[in-house]
């Protein structure tokens, strides 16, 4: 009787982590929205290209210092779809389409004896679907790691800057990223099969920034974004009936990593009705960690448990850190009608996947264009027009192939290629 009841326990508990791979196992968002699709009508149409010449509310992600330089208080919202095509060996990949609303306002708060104005802002990403999305992908089996779930989860960013001289500002602010803790009940032979509760908590991850016009056409800025990382804590109970069978398991996973980011920017203005800025960007994807759970029993446990448990290891994924050059520019035809059009090139951080793991990413190039038409209103009913911003992007994946060393590796060698396609309208208004 008492081998056999171990031989139940053996069981629910292989049964049990197999059902928990596919979450602690977890496809990773590992760039957030802004990151990789852009904030803000004007933002995506120059190719992120923004650090120095942002000063609207999506300045909380670009750069907080521009906020100071802004024209006054800010309200804007809008709309982005995206459709991804992303292929590996000719297959398109199931990768979510990008749905979400992009809003925001900032809010100067005058002056003071010391310093020169003072401004606050606020930036949402919202989904369409839902705010968090946990996906679930073998890292042995190829999925497409930097795109995966990224667009569906809430981002929001708050920031703040201060003129300090006429020329000089500095800004701050943080970007919130949800975590997501799970009580997970697996029962057999009862009426309730698996059971779970999902409180949230919040990370607040910090950005900085620097903005400087040492002349009415030049401006140099700076910006530092600390990396953003967010976890997945389930702790699980077996029970058979009502009879707890083993330990709870607390399990700690990483399910998201967005890089930490230095930028350097310049942008110079031609006279008022063009300008052109240029960004390089450093991505520290060299931190990346493959997806590994930790476990803590509340009581002892037999080591072939922890064998069990521990046969989920994956070598470090050695990405590397990559520098992410941006060109933008923005060009005022008459006092209804603005062009813009942006470009930058991103390596891929991922390196060649030679042996048991397969993330799927290859170098993309990416071209982005949009317009603005400022509507007047009749009857004055606004002093100034309201901003109709649309945009257009395209992400362009090279193709890459994959090589294995091993001959009679299970995956075998495939190619990744694909594009993402993206619009979107925003509607903007300077008070």
């Known amino acids: 009787m008492q081998a056999s009841r171990r031989s139940v326990v053996r069981f629910l508990l292989g049964f049990t982590f197999a059902s928990i791979c596919m979450m602690i196992f977890s496809s990773r968002s590992d760039a957030g929205p802004a990151q990789t699709f852009g904030l803000g009508g004007r933002a995506i149409a120059m190719g992120g290209a923004l650090a120095a010449s942002s000063d609207d509310y999506a300045a909380t992600f ?31 990949q199931d990768v979510d389409p990008i749905r979400a609303f992009q809003v925001g306002g900032s ?5 003071s004896k010391y310093l020169g104005r003072v401004t606050l802002a606020i930036a949402v990403h919202i989904p369409t679907s839902t705010a968090i999305t946990l996906g679930a992908q073998d890292p042995v089996k ?17 920031g703040g800057s201060v003129r300090i001289l006429p020329s000089l500002s500095i800004g701050g602010g943080v970007s919130i990223l949800a975590e997501a803790e799970l ?24 950005i900085f920034g620097l903005k400087f016009k040492p002349t009415k056409s030049l401006a140099l800025a700076a910006v530092y974004r600390e990396s953003k990382t967010a976890s997945l804590t389930p702790e699980l109970k077996l029970f058979v009936g009502e009879e707890q069978v083993l330990p709870t398991i607390n399990i700690s996973n990483l ?44 009581e002892p446990v037999p080591d072939w448990v922890k064998i069990l448990l521990s046969m989920n290891n994956f070598p470090d994924p050695g990405f590397k850190d990559i520098l992410v050059p941006r060109l933008g520019a923005e060009f005022i035809v008459n006092r209804y009608v603005t062009l813009r059009g942006g470009y930058y090139y ?30 007047f209103l009749p009857l004055h009913i606004l002093e100034k027009p309201i901003l109709i911003d649309f945009v257009f992007q395209a992400q ?21 290629d694909g594009e993402i396609f993206l619009g979107g309208l925003f509607l903007k208004h300077v008070f």
């Open 62 to 92: 670009y750069n907080p210092a521009g906020l100071a330089f802004g024209e006054g208080p800010t309200l804007g919202a809008g709309f982005v779809y995206g459709s991804p095509d992303l292929r590996i060996s000719g297959v398109e």
């Open 107 to 111: 809010l100067p708060l005058g002056t």
């Open 142 to 158: 190829p999925h497409f790691v930097l795109y995966s779930i990224d667009p569906q989860r809430t981002a929001i960013y708050l």
């Open 183 to 206: 009580n997970l009940n697996l029962s057999l032979l009862s009426t309730s099969f698996i059971t779970h509760h999902s409180p949230t908590k919040y990370n607040f991850d910090p």
């Open 255 to 298: 399910y998201n990593y967005e890089p930490r980011e230095v930028v350097a920017a310049a942008m110079y203005d031609f006279g008022g009705r063009f300008i052109i800025e240029a960004d390089i960007t450093w991505m520290d994807y060299s931190n990346y960690q493959v997806s590994t759970p930790e476990y803590e029993f509340e």
């Open 346 to 375: 991103q390596a891929s951080p991922v390196p060649d996947q030679r042996g048991i793991t397969n993330y799927a990413d290859a170098d993309k190039h990416v071209v982005s264009f949009g317009g603005g038409l400022n509507v």
């Open 396 to 416: 362009l994946l090279e193709e890459r192939s994959v090589v294995k060393d091993d001959p009679e590796d299970p995956v075998g060698d495939y190619t990744i």
